[in-house]
Structure formats: structure tokens, C-alpha cells
């Protein structure tokens, strides 16, 4: 596995889990009508993930 491939995977699975703790909202299964402060710990570990998934992007092919 290359480090470019670490890096779409980390992205993805971000996007995931953001899309995962939106879905929760359509699903109404909280006590928040807005974003509450889980999903705010979620939302910021997302991104963290994603972040450390683009720095990972333009190391290329070296491996993992």
C-alpha cells in the first residue's frame, strides 16, 4: 500500500463519517434539533482524519 492510497483511504473514510453524522440528523436520533456537542467531536475528528489524509496525498508512491 502506497502512501497515496493510505491518504484516499483516510479521506474517505472522513467523508464517511461525516456523512454518517449527518444521516444521524435525518434520522432524528438525538436530543439536538442542530448539530450537538457530539457531533461537533465527531465532525472535528472527521476532519482531522481528512486533514492527515491530504498531507498524505502528495507523498506519492512511496510505501506505506
Known amino acids: 500500500m502506497t502512501k497515496r492510497q493510505l491518504g484516499l483511504t483516510f479521506i474517505?473514510?472522513?467523508?464517511?463519517?461525516?456523512?454518517?453524522?449527518?444521516?444521524?440528523?435525518l434520522v432524528g436520533a438525538g436530543q439536538f434539533s442542530g448539530i450537538g456537542p457530539?457531533?461537533?467531536?465527531?465532525?472535528?475528528?472527521?476532519g482531522a482524519v481528512i486533514l492527515v489524509g491530504l498531507t498524505l496525498l502528495p507523498l506519492g508512491d512511496k510505501p506505506a
Do not use: E, I
Not at 474517505?12 to 440528523?25: E, I, N, S, T, Y
Not at 457530539?38 to 472527521?46: E, I, N
Open 12 to 25: 474517505g473514510l472522513g467523508v464517511l463519517g461525516v456523512l454518517g453524522l449527518f444521516g444521524v440528523d
Open 38 to 46: 457530539t457531533q461537533r467531536l465527531g465532525l472535528l475528528t472527521a
